[in-house]
């Protein structure tokens, strides 16, 4: 048995598309999606990652604004920058691009973002609303995943899913997700005791660890479905995730790639957030 793959390029494609539609609709009632992302520093990975979202915004229509910051910053000329777009009605949605450098506290920062603008859904108040079954912005990578399983028509009601990593970002978000989509959730950590044996009983397993080959073949039952959430470097230094990729699609059912998998979804989650920002101010405008 060979897996499938669940192809997320395809599906943010297909979601983009839409997404267009929706901002051209948007931009008719007289409102146009913005999305501002603030990059503190030089870290090229960071780079990276904020010039595709940037990329992502004028693909499908959202007006962006990156805003590149010197290391020096300091926290509080940010959190004055960041209540200044708190405050601008052109922009919809805020994100600022973790990690940021040591003498700035990135919790202070992400608590100074309006929840009604947090896209990126870190948010104290967006957790809280996660966790208690209330609306509001999902993580984009938690979110993507389960865009990606609703992608296969696959049902959680009832199934065991094993999620391995324990983050604000994605594991613990994670699991309430799988929660409130009635599977039962099993959440594995450094400290788990026998990992294998909890990860043999999973329907469904998420891998966030940031370990490459942290999941191997043994610990897959057959027919499982994998989502690899990794982001990680080999020895050749191509990109890889934090599943043995090539043993393990032969025992699973379906199975995500890295690159190509995740990854791209991250990103639609955050268009689809500022989208539903945007929208929200349609019903408070005078």
């Known amino acids: 048995m060979s897996a499938q793959l669940i192809d997320g390029n395809a599906l943010s494609q297909h979601m983009r598309a839409d997404f267009a539609t929706r901002t051209q609709s948007l931009i008719t009632q007289g409102v146009h999606p913005g999305l501002a992302v603030i990059l ?35 926290q509080a000329e940010l959190l004055e920058r960041v209540d200044q777009l708190n405050n601008d009605p052109r922009i919809h949605g805020i994100l600022v691009q973790l990690p940021l450098p040591a003498h700035i506290d990135a919790h202070r920062v992400i608590e100074a973002i309006s929840p009604a603008k947090d896209v990126d ?58 929660l409130q989509h009635n599977a039962t959730v099993t959440v594995c950590h450094s400290a788990t005791v026998n990992l294998k044996h909890h990860t043999l009983q999973a329907d469904v397993i998420i891998a966030a660890v940031g370990k490459r080959n942290v999941l191997t073949a043994d610990m897959v039952k057959p027919g499982a479905v994998v989502i690899d959430v990794g982001m990680n470097r080999d020895d050749a230094g191509k990109l890889c995730g934090d599943v043995d990729f090539e043993a393990v699609r032969q025992v699973a059912s379906y199975i995500t790639p890295v690159p190509g998998g995740v990854g791209p979804m991250t990103i639609t989650m955050l268009l689809a957030n500022t989208l539903d920002s945007a929208q929200q101010t349609l019903s408070v405008k005078p």
């Open 121 to 178: 859904g870190f948010h104290v108040a967006s957790a809280g609303a996660l966790m208690t079954g209330l609306p509001a912005y999902w993580p984009c990578t938690p979110h993507g995943c389960m865009k990606m399983l609703e992608s296969i028509g696959y049902s959680l009601k009832g199934k065991h899913a094993v999620v391995m990593g324990r983050s604000n970002i994605v594991g613990k978000p994670m699991a309430l997700m799988l």
């Open 40 to 74: 503190v520093g030089d870290n090229p990975a960071s780079q990276v990652y904020v010039r595709n979202k940037v990329k992502a915004c004028e693909q499908v229509g959202i007006h962006s604004v990156l805003e590149k910051h010197p290391e020096t910053l300091s």
